[in-house]
């Protein structure tokens, strides 16, 4: 039930922009977004719930595709200290436990 | 807020020693996971508890693993004896989330740096 993430690395200057995906092969309750810096623990970012919705926060927004299963997080205009891997977490719809499974991760760098 | 507090930060031991992790959540927090994380992987979970009660520990290796979560604060994951492929990062996070209302995110703990040798 592990969510597949792509690309596996995005490399970009300051400024760019970049899209990381993530997909399910299960129906999906909810979606969670964290950032981990090399060496620190993973930051949450956001959490979506309901197909259809999108969250900002600051340049960085999310939407989820219900129906597709999938999600896709947006860096506009990314800075230096967007570097970093993110991971995208899954919680099955109907789970009684509320696991989340996580992605392998998508390795950013922004280089200025 | 403080954040979820995890000791020691690191630890190199030989195979078939024993260790010990130790996690306090953040106040409040009822749910309480610890995962495994292997280098280039993502976060794998190994035991959620509720309270001190253990919700979820399907994926446990329990010949070798255990955990607990006295009063509900502070938890131990131990690890007894210890294998070469136990070398990963053992994250301790919290959530306000409970069962049946999973609508919250984690905040996780810097972690342990675990290296079996």
């Known amino acids: 039930q592990q969510p597949v993430q792509s690309p596996q690395a995005v490399i970009l200057r300051e400024g760019e922009d970049a899209v990381i995906n993530c997909s399910s092969s299960?129906?999906?309750?909810?979606v969670h977004w964290y950032r981990q810096k090399h060496g620190e623990a993973p930051v949450f970012l956001m959490i979506?719930?309901?197909?259809?919705e999108q969250k900002g926060h600051e340049k960085i927004s999310a939407s989820f595709n219900e129906k597709k299963q999938q999600s896709s997080l947006y860096l506009t205009a990314s800075q230096l200290s967007y570097s970093g891997t993110y991971f995208c977490?899954?919680?099955?719809?109907?789970?009684?436990?509320?696991?989340?499974?996580f992605g392998r991760g998508t390795q950013l760098t922004v280089w200025p | 807020e403080a954040g979820v507090a995890q000791s020691p930060r690191y630890k190199i031991i030989e195979k078939r020693q024993s260790v010990a992790f130790w996690c306090n959540p953040i106040?409040?927090?009822?749910?309480l996971y610890w995962y495994q994380q292997i280098l280039g992987q993502g976060p794998k979970l190994l035991i959620q508890?509720?309270?001190?009660?253990?919700?979820?520990d399907s994926q446990l290796p329990k010949d070798r693993f255990s955990a607990e979560r006295l009063k509900g604060v502070d938890s131990t994951l131990k690890i007894q004896p210890a294998k070469l492929e136990d070398s990963a990062v053992y994250l301790c996070?919290?959530?306000?989330?409970?069962?049946?209302?999973?609508?919250?995110?984690?905040?996780f703990g810097s972690g342990t740096r675990l290296t079996v040798v």
């Open positions: 996070a919290s959530s306000a989330q409970l069962l049946g209302k999973f609508n919250y995110g984690y905040t």
């Open positions: 299960k129906a999906l309750y909810s």
């Open positions: 979506l719930l309901k197909g259809g």
């Open positions: 977490g899954t919680v099955g719809r109907g789970s009684t436990l509320g696991r989340l499974y």
């Open positions: 106040s409040g927090h009822a749910t």
């Open positions: 508890f509720q309270n001190n009660g253990v919700v979820d």
